[in-house]
């Protein structure tokens, strides 16, 4: 692992020098390959400058409006993988929640992971892995993970009405409902989460009704 200065590239057409018009970045945010770090803005066009790889800002090249000389330095990125030592849990936690929307699912997934490395018991990065383990069918994961989740916060609805979602689909119905029960004693009233913790608690009485719990559902 280690940090990696991204220079302004060669955009061709004998180009010496660019006007920086925009970050799409900041200091502590997780970028993966191919995202967005920049405009710039040449005598011809505006030109938007992706990163080559996936990992941290640590710093930024130059200000909105600043002229750029081409092979000068834009911006520097810690490899993925590591935490950067400067880095807060909420700020790097938090600039991982983009990324994850904008699909990239398993980076997102790497990132909450090494997140949680640093920070163990940070909330929002155990809730950011489970939902991509979830969403990446790693549902045994998903579980365990949600589980841990539920040790730290015994009472979020949201904790409990996902954990049941995901023990459904590993087949274990009863389990689920169990989950789901709890969640409707504490949701609250009126809000668009009763709903979904209805609709979770009516699908495992469904199924726990059609047949018995997968093997294993018993632990």
Not at 22 to 39: C, F, R, T
Not at 165 to 176: I, K, M, N, W, Y
Not at 189 to 210: F, I, M, P, W, Y
């Amino acid at each position: 692992m280690g940090v990696r200065v991204i220079k302004m590239p060669d955009i061709g057409e004998g180009i010496a020098e660019v006007e920086l018009v925009a970050w799409h970045v900041k200091p502590g945010d997780a970028v993966v390959e191919d995202q967005a770090l920049a405009d710039v803005m040449t005598d011809k066009a505006s030109v938007e400058i992706p990163s080559p790889v996936a990992g941290t800002v640590l710093a930024l090249g130059g200000e909105v409006g600043q002229t750029l000389a081409v092979g000068s330095e834009l911006i520097r990125i810690e490899i993925a993988g590591d935490v950067p030592a400067t880095a807060t849990a909420d700020k790097y936690v938090e600039s991982i929640v983009p990324v994850e929307a904008l699909g990239h699912i398993d980076v997102a997934r790497i990132a909450y992971a090494t997140a949680l490395s640093r920070w163990p018991d940070n909330l929002l990065a155990l809730f950011g892995l489970a939902n991509t383990e979830h969403q990446l069918g790693q549902l045994a994961a998903a579980e365990n993970t949600y589980e841990r989740l539920l040790r730290l916060a015994p009472d979020n609805p949201v904790v409990l009405n996902n954990l049941a979602e995901v023990t459904l689909a590993r087949g274990c119905p009863s389990r689920a409902g169990g989950y789901a029960e709890r969640a409707v004693a504490l949701v609250p009233s009126g809000s668009e989460l009763e709903a979904a913790v209805a609709d979770t608690r009516s699908k495992a009485v469904a199924a726990r009704n059609a047949g018995r719990d997968a093997v294993g559902c018993d632990r």
